[in-house]
């Protein structure tokens, strides 16, 4: 590695010639001093969702009142269909509802439901808690037996160990696309040909890979997914999440909480349950609609930006931070907890050390939010349309004269 790579004039010209540079100024950061590297756990907000909300709240809620109805009952799918099309997925298979976990419940529970007779859900020791409890607490419900593999949790899930779990009684496999701790990015298309393989269903939580890294969920045949829209997505703290069911499963599969939303010809208020036709079949009650408008603002930023462009950029930021950790923090007993070879990872770097919790503390007195992860982990969140590079170089100076100081 060259010197050069480790002066601010090499950050400052990765800022000039970034295409996507220019998004930055569509956001909130009002702060210059600010580095906000936590983009992964509450994305920043967007100046269009401002806007909006103002205008939501005061037209069409203030003004408007329930006549608004007639054009938000639609909002739901609408959103869904962007959050599709950053996703690989055609229109009418993805709605945006509830919370991640509550979703999780209902797909996983829908899944189990439509493979009677196979008793094992599978699922890894580090996927995300709430991903692991849902899980557990389906399989105590029904019986079932959770299935939970190792992994080693900075490099992920390798596909060969999927291939080693799933057998003729599995009914699904439930996994995270991109590990929240290390960041490690699971092959999509090679686990559910897997999972498949076994007869089984599949289901991706997306949180960490949507607006991160590309995903192709027609192309790879995948069953299920969901994910949350408030870290790479940007919609906003407690923003309704979003899930996919796969067209060749929406008219099979049957979810467990029968709300009003979800029933076929609502307003008749019928006297028995007649689920939807379509993907408004796995929602439940009423919407949250000023968390779904905001999610449909940071779609379509999202999309106006591309995926492509925000790959290429996320994988140059990840990089750059582990040249500048091989250079500055390895030597003083950091370790790097995430794949190094760009292709496997997501949006995020984390790395080990024993004062992790400390480091983090001290970076955000000095105004660089990152994320402490137990026991021993920090996380830094590189999102593409707000991170620069000499956020980059700031940040992992910063922690270099940290561990410096209290060596
Ligand atoms: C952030 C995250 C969640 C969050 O779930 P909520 O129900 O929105 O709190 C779930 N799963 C994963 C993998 C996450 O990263």
Not at 26 to 31: E, I, M, S
């Amino acid at each position: 590695m060259s010197q050069e790579i480790l002066d601010r004039a090499h950050a400052e010209e990765l800022d000039a010639a970034d295409p996507l540079g220019g998004y930055r100024a569509r956001f909130a950061l009002d702060d210059p001093s600010l580095v906000y590297l936590n983009g992964n756990s509450l994305g920043a907000l967007p100046l269009a969702t401002m806007a909006r909300m103002d205008s939501m709240i005061r037209a069409e809620w203030g003004a408007a009142l329930a006549g608004s109805w007639d054009h938000w009952v639609d909002l739901p799918g609408r959103a869904g269909d962007l959050v599709g099309e950053l996703t690989g997925a055609a229109p009418g298979q993805v709605v945006i509802t509830d919370n991640t976990t509550v979703n999780l419940y209902k797909l996983a529970s829908a899944a189990l439901g439509a493979r009677p007779g196979r008793h094992v859900i599978v699922t890894d020791q580090d996927n995300f808690p709430s991903d692991r409890y849902v899980l557990e607490g389906i399989a105590a419900q029904r019986g079932a037996e959770l299935r939970m593999l190792a992994t080693d949790i900075n490099e992920g899930l390798a596909a060969d160990a999927v291939r080693a779990a799933v057998d003729e009684d599995t009914a699904l496999v439930s996994l995270s696309h991109v590990a929240y701790r290390s960041g490690a990015l699971a092959d999509m298309a090679a686990i559910t040909e897997i999972t498949h393989g076994a007869g089984a269903l599949m289901l991706w939580d997306l949180s960490h890979s949507v607006g991160a890294v590309p995903i192709e969920l027609d192309a790879c045949d995948v069953d299920l997914a969901v994910g949350c829209t408030y870290k790479y997505l940007n919609s906003g703290p407690g923003a309704p999440a979003f899930l996919y069911v796969s067209a060749r499963l929406r008219e099979v599969l049957r979810q467990p909480i029968w709300g009003w939303f979800s029933q076929r010809d609502q307003f008749a208020m019928g006297p028995r349950y007649d689920p939807a036709a379509g993907i408004a079949k796995f929602t439940t009650g009423t919407p949250p609609i000023l968390g779904t408008a905001a999610v449909e603002e940071g779609a379509r930023l999202l999309l106006e930006a591309g995926i492509g462009p925000m790959r290429a950029k996320s994988m140059q930021l990840t990089s750059y931070l582990i040249d500048l950790a091989d250079a500055w923090l390895i030597p003083l007993g950091c370790a790097l907890a995430t794949p190094r070879e760009a292709g496997r990872r997501g949006g995020h770097v984390t790395f080990c050390h024993p004062r992790a919790e400390q480091v983090v503390g001290q970076l955000a007195a000095a105004s660089i939010i990152t994320d402490y992860r137990t026991p021993d982990r920090f996380r830094l969140g590189l999102s593409p349309l707000t991170t620069r590079f000499t956020d980059v170089w700031r940040a992992a100076g910063a922690t270099r004269d940290i561990l410096e100081q209290t060596r």
